[in-house]
């Protein structure tokens, strides 16, 4: 690798849009995500993240730390800067080491891979994969990098299985056991934080992608999650943690409110616009069709080869509120159907406080089995691991419809309700 982590990010943020971006809110309706910022909000209003109120408090809390830093391209500054550089060039804080999570620290790698461990060409410092580590394995790595505290700050899309979440708590649960401290610095959940809606997992189907009974879609920032997961899942061994709040931020907020940059989470999150779509399109993760990956819009579109447009006549026939179902063609340039023209579905999110992702994601799955006869799930059931249970599945087989499948999962969704409002920081 010789690209600098500079060059890297500017690579990054020229292959995306680069876009602006806790109790029961309702945005009004407005442009989709990924807008353009409104100036004013960029130099007035903007939401000051978690990395900010540090550098303002003057790094108090890493004060005689010996830090290294869970995070990837999107841990920058309001001008874009990355965190490490800001970091390594302070006298104040005495950061030795880098970890990267899943797609890793420069995000170079696809789904469900990582970067191999090196040095930064920027600072020099040593960098450590995490993904695939937790527990005692993990504990090890942060023993031999020689640090005390952890400090975490990754953009995430508010997706339970978006994989940094269970990063966040791999980290939090083997620092617990190698007696080191945790620092959260909170970013925006991109598409607001008015409520959880999906089905709740079922530990039965704990996996990387979901690790403990939250909601599909949690609509809570990495600092509530942290507090949640501290409290909730490692209450017998709690980490020593800390948690930095942002300022500014509503849970009415989508992305484009924030004033902030918008750097891509990963490499087929490229706007805000996918992050909203993404807790129910990624379902199809579970399907043998194409969820977009390998286009431009990935995840707003999402289909097979030999698809017509019967399949989006039935999604908009479902008049889910928020969304507009139309017919699209795209050829993927990898991963499912590389090179074939694909027929399917163009989500249009019309109204995001109104936008159900998980119920849009539902309802495509059920009018996809009924207006396709080559549709089948994955051989592995990935769609279990997915919503958390083999519900979903089984009641999509069956004919269920989207109201009789988002009632299977009410009960556990309301005490979850109640569970995550314990933990919400912001208004």
């Known amino acids: ?62 004060a005689g730390r010996r830090v290294g830093v869970v995070t990837n391209p999107t841990g920058i500054t309001a001008d874009a800067r990355h965190l490490v550089d ?32 090196g040095r930064d060409p920027a600072t020099g410092l040593p960098v450590y994969d995490t993904y695939g580590k937790s527990g005692q394995k993990l504990a090890d790595v942060f023993t031999a990098a020689g640090i005390d505290t952890v400090v975490f700050d990754i953009q995430d899309v508010g997706a339970r299985f978006y994989t940094y979440i269970w990063t966040l708590y791999d980290c939090m649960r083997a620092a ?43 609509g809570m920032t990495a600092a509530e999650l942290a507090l949640l997961f501290n409290a909730e899942f490692l209450a017998a061994k709690p980490v020593a943690l800390h948690t930095v709040r942002m300022t500014g931020w509503r849970r009415d907020s989508f992305f484009g409110a924030t004033g902030l940059p918008w750097v891509p989470p990963s490499p087929n999150v490229p706007t805000p616009d996918t992050a909203l779509a993404y807790a129910g399109t ?54 499912k159907f590389t090179g074939k023209v694909c027929g399917g579905v163009r989500l249009i999110v019309h109204d995001r406080a109104a936008f159900d992702p998980v119920r849009a994601g539902i309802g495509l799955l059920v009018t996809a089995k009924r207006t396709w006869s080559g549709f089948a799930w994955r051989t592995d ?47």
């Open 1 to 62: 690798m010789t690209l600098s982590r500079r060059g890297l990010l500017g690579l990054a943020g020229s292959t995306g849009a680069l876009g602006t971006l806790g109790a029961v809110g309702a945005a009004p309706p407005g442009p989709v995500a990924g807008a353009a910022a409104d100036p004013a909000v960029a130099t007035a209003d903007r939401v000051r993240t978690g990395f900010e109120q540090l550098a303002a408090d003057g790094y108090e809390v890493l």
């Open 282 to 335: 990624c379902l199809f993760e579970g399907t043998n069709l194409s969820e977009g990956r390998g286009t431009t819009t990935p995840f707003e579109v999402v289909g097979a080869e030999g698809v017509d447009r019967r399949w989006a006549e039935a999604a908009q026939a479902l008049g889910l509120p928020g969304v507009w179902f139309r017919e699209a063609w795209f050829t993927p340039t990898f991963s």
């Open 381 to 427: 059931h990935w769609i279990d691991q997915l919503t958390g249970s083999d519900r979903v599945r089984k009641m999509v087989d069956a004919g269920a419809g989207v109201e009789e499948i988002a009632g299977d999962w009410a009960a556990g969704l309301e005490r979850f309700a109640e569970v995550r409002g314990r933990y919400l920081l912001y208004p």
């Open 176 to 218: 617990a056991l190698a007696g080191k401290t945790v620092v959260v610095l909170d970013r925006p959940n991109p598409v607001g934080g008015r409520r959880a809606a999906g089905p709740v997992l079922e530990r039965a189907y704990a996996s990387g992608v979901g690790r403990e009974p939250i909601a599909l879609a949690h």
């Open 86 to 117: 800001v970091l390594h060039e302070d006298a104040r804080v005495d950061l030795v080491a880098v970890f990267g999570p899943e797609h890793g620290f420069r995000g170079t790698a696809q789904a469900g891979d990582s970067e191999a461990a």
